[in-house]
């Protein structure tokens, strides 16, 4: 039963909760804090870190997923930073710490139209004040203190007059000349926010790190912080590798096919909002290839390449990259769709070499690169986001290997419930378009129930 799991890495390790029928989960899923390790190092074989040693080598231990995405964040350093206006600073991840130089409110306010009095006066005055003949409104100073008896007519947003503790809609007033009553008898402190109640000066609001969102830039403004000071993002070029490849406006003769993952690597990097340049098409020919190498971080932060660094006998970048002094970080990683992936360094300049097929292009874009854009960018809680959903029907599942899986999202109900896309491959483009999220299934997953908590990395941004 799931209720008498033994206390482990993570509540939510589904291999040892398997039952068929379970009673229904009243509760919303807590959030998945940490990725779960696909399975524990060996030390017989430490982490690879050549990429001499390639994926086709059978009986080696290849990179963990947990280990090639430390492995990424570890080959990163966060941007410089610079100075942007709060208008074009969405989605940038601050440099500097933000506190406030203003108490929020700024004053004593009025949260509605209406009466600011005194609420001591209520009783005394028997609920008839006299009306201060000026009005308050927004933007007014705050005008003298109230005299003993007396209502100001306010406006949301004005300044309180001192003595001032409390606000009666002025729906509730009764206005006779030069006196106002109220239907009502009005809490001591209705419809008044106080000086400082939300932001004290001096508070820290946002940290260095932070990824700014539409609040956050609020927040910023209120702050004062405009210029904002941001990490620089990182420039990405994409090039795809093969001789079949055609452009999309081309119709592919026999044996060729279109480019579908240069336009949507593009798309991936402009979606986080990262610049991004594609290089022309890359032949399969050692030339071409040391090319594209040496020229590797002419423009760019992160070089990402499509195709050419699986086994075949054109997949000739993890050499041609080594060649050309890069480091390699890792080659192979213990996942499906996209075993192959290679990771590569030289001075500043990252590469990655995505498979050629689309959709482990995807996956690893979505996990490895996301990571390295996230954290060049100095993100204090770098991508993929993992998150946690009930499976809606049983699946089988074979193989040793760390699995991503098409799947589509119910958020219909009390519980995310998740649905894998039945796709037939790494290759089924038409499967992933229909997909909102890849569903993540451990190394070494025999079988999961319908029930089963999973998780999962969204697909939108
Ligand atoms: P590769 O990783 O180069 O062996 O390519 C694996 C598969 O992905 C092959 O079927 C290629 O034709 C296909 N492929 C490679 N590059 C692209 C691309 N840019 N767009 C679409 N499919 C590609
Ligand atoms: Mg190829």
Redesign the pocket.
Known sequence: MRGKVAPGPSPYDFRRSRTKHRPPHPNPLPPLTRWERGFDPDPRFPLRRSGLETPQCQNRRVTTVDEALAIVAGACSPGSGEFVPLADAQGRVLARPISSDVDWPPFDTSAMDGYALRFADLGAAGGSFAERASTAAAGDSPGLPLAAGEAVRVMTGAPLPDGADTVVPVEESLSAPGRVSFRIVPKSGDHVRRRGESIVAGTALLPSGRRLDPAGIALAALAGAEPVFVHRRPRVVVA???N??VAAEKLPAAGQ??????PMLLALCRARGVAASARLPVSDQEEAVRALFAKAGEQEDVLVT?????A?DF?LLPEAAQRAGFEMLFHGVAMRPGK?VAFGRRGTTLWFGL????VSSAVCFRLFVRRALDALEGDAAPGPTLLPARLARSLPVRGRRETYRDAVLDRSGPETRILPVDGRGS?DLAAHSRADALLRIPADTERLEEGDVVSYVPLEG
Request: proline share 12%; aromatic share 0%; charged share 15%.
């Open positions: 795809v590798t093969g079949e490849l096919l279109r480019d579908s993952n240069g499509s195709g050419g660094v699986s075949g997949d192959p498979p050629g097929n689309p290759h």
